[in-house]
Structure formats: C-alpha cells, structure tokens
C-alpha cells in the first residue's frame, strides 16, 4: 500500500473539517433548506419580474450593505476567536467570540429597524409574493443569527478549541446565507 492510500485510510475525508461532523450535517441541511427557498422565490420571480422589482424598491439596500459589513466583520472576528482558543488564548478568544457576538445584536437590531419601517408603510408578508419570500427568507435568517448569537455567548464562557471552531463554522453559514440572500433579495431586479 502506498503511503497516500494509507494517509487517506488514516484521515478519513471528513477528519479535515473543521468542527465536529454533526455541525457538517446541519450546516448542509440549512444550506439546501435556504437554497430551495431562493429557488422558489426566483421560480416565482419570473412570473412577475416588474412586480417584484417594484416592491424591491421598498427594501432598505443601504442597510443591506451595513449589515453584510456587521456580519463578515463578526466571521472574522469568530475566525479570530478560534486561532487565539487553538493557541491556548483563552481570554483573547472570549473578547472575539464577544464582540463577534455583540456584531450579532447589532445585525438583529439593524433588520428590526428595516422590518419595523416596512410594517409602518402597511407592507406586510401579504402585500405581494415578493414580501412574502422576503419576509420568510430574512425572518428564518435572523432567527439562524439569533441562534448563533447564543451559540457564540456559551462558548464566550468556556472557549475551547473544538466548541470554538464548531459554533464558527455554524457562525460562518450564516455569514454565506446572507451572502446568498443579499443579491437575490436586494440588488438583483
């Protein structure tokens, strides 16, 4: 047997991860979950491309674009966190996981304001279908960011390398949800 084949037998593909596998499992579930509805949500798209143009237009892409820079200046900052708990830099790693968390808050508190403005102007998950995929596929991310927020507040208190790289990789999907969401959602019409 050649040295590769027994390095492969070894180090199973999946032994490269990072984080545990179950983590894996999820995060790829979420992502065909989100997929699915994106593809739906474009499916219905084309059915009324100047109706879903025209309710785009209420949207908030400004604060779209605030919140892409909150959310991958927190994946960082996770990044961050899960060199520092690998080093043995327990309490660097609690202020990254922290403030990554804390960018987590502000995120919620920036689509709350964006939600809030849309339900003052009347325009509700009835108003059009474009609402209502808008609403779903946002309204499912945020509580995914809300869930992250928890995930990376527990670790904060007991930061180890492995929960550390675990609760990034989830953090880090939901970095790449919102990069999927982003241009479908807001920029492109």
Do not use: C
């Not at 979420?30 to 059915?47: D, K, Y």
């Not at 604060?63 to 309490?91: F, Q």
């Not at 869930?147 to 670790?155: M, S």
């Amino acid at each position: 047997m050649t040295r590769a084949a027994s390095d492969r037998i070894a180090n199973p593909p999946g032994d490269e991860l990072p984080g545990e596998l179950m983590i894996w499992v999820l995060i790829v579930s979420e992502l065909l979950v989100f997929g699915a509805g994106l593809a739906a949500f474009l499916a219905v798209r084309v059915t009324d491309p100047e109706g879903f143009a025209a309710a785009q237009s209420h949207l908030h892409r400004a604060a779209a674009g605030v919140n892409t820079l909150i959310l991958v200046t927190s994946g960082w900052l996770a990044a961050l966190a899960t060199r520092a708990a690998a080093k043995g830099r327990v309490l660097q790693a609690r202020w990254l996981l922290s403030g990554a968390a804390l960018l987590g808050i502000v995120f919620l508190a920036v689509k709350a304001t964006e939600f809030a403005d849309l339900s003052a102007k009347g325009i509700t998950t009835d108003t059009h279908a474009f609402f209502t995929f808008s609403y779903l596929l946002t309204g499912f991310h945020a509580a995914h960011v809300a869930a992250g927020i928890v995930l990376l507040t527990y670790v904060t208190f007991r930061p180890r390398p492995d929960t550390t790289e675990t609760v990034a990789a989830f953090w880090h999907m939901v970095d790449l949800v919102w990069m999927m969401l982003l241009p479908v959602i807001y920029l492109v019409s």
